[in-house]
């Protein structure tokens, strides 16, 4: 049996109001994220990937069919998703707000550049800051659940954080209105979580250079 599980969310349901909403969260996280495991863990059963690791069927993603690729991407990129807000949120800091603010300007920008980023990608998919293996700092979006560790990403590299872009994320609580999502997600943004990624990503790249 495949061992994935629906990981434990830091917060309460109702934590994130009155950015997201309790509704939203409780489709969000036990409704839909439930669902990718549960479908990952069926879609795995009888194929030969049954022991690969999550990020192993990520960085294969084109080997693997669509019921594969769309829930090992579900179950991804919701756990980091819930990983990386807070009801009490830490601003950007140190490292990786020195690094923002060089790459883009100042961290307003750098809002405004994703918020840009996000708002231009049509359909279901996400939005990401990531790090690719230069060190450098791109935003990128995805289609589906697909993300940037994927082999079939047009843009690569390792994910600091994701915005959902799918409807569901915020349809109850903004309706078509997803330039105020965005605009609220900063304040439900931990970047706690989102520089000790940035940390973890240094050292990975630095191993691999020397
Ligand atoms: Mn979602």
Do not use: C
Not at 10 to 20: F, K
Not at 66 to 95: C, M, Q, V
Not at 174 to 192: E, G, P, R, S
């Amino acid at each position: 049996m495949a061992q994935f599980e629906l990981p434990y969310l830091p917060y309460s349901t109702s934590d994130l109001e009155p950015y997201i909403s309790e509704a939203t969260m409780e489709v969000h996280y036990n409704k839909h994220h439930r669902g990718y495991v549960a479908k990952l863990i069926q879609a795995l059963e009888d194929s030969k990937y049954e022991d690969w690791p999550l990020v192993e069927l990520l960085a294969r993603a084109s080997l693997l069919g669509d019921k594969i690729r769309n829930n090992a991407g579900g179950h991804f990129n919701h756990t980091l998703f819930w990983s990386i807000l807070s009801p009490e949120p830490i601003k950007p800091y140190g490292k990786l707000l020195n690094q923002i603010e060089a790459a883009f300007e100042s961290y307003e920008s750098f809002q405004e550049q994703f918020a840009r980023k996000a708002m231009s990608h049509f359909g279901s998919g996400w939005a990401w800051l990531i790090i690719d293996s230069d060190g450098i700092l791109q935003l990128t979006t995805t289609a589906n659940q697909d993300n940037p560790l994927m082999d079939v990403a047009e843009q690569k590299g390792y994910p600091l954080f994701g915005l959902d872009l799918w409807e569901h994320a915020y349809y109850l609580d903004y309706q078509n209105n997803k330039a105020d999502y965005i605009d609220a997600f900063w304040n439900v943004l931990d970047w706690t979580e989102v520089s000790k990624r940035h940390q973890d990503a240094l050292l990975n790249i630095a191993s691999k250079i020397t």
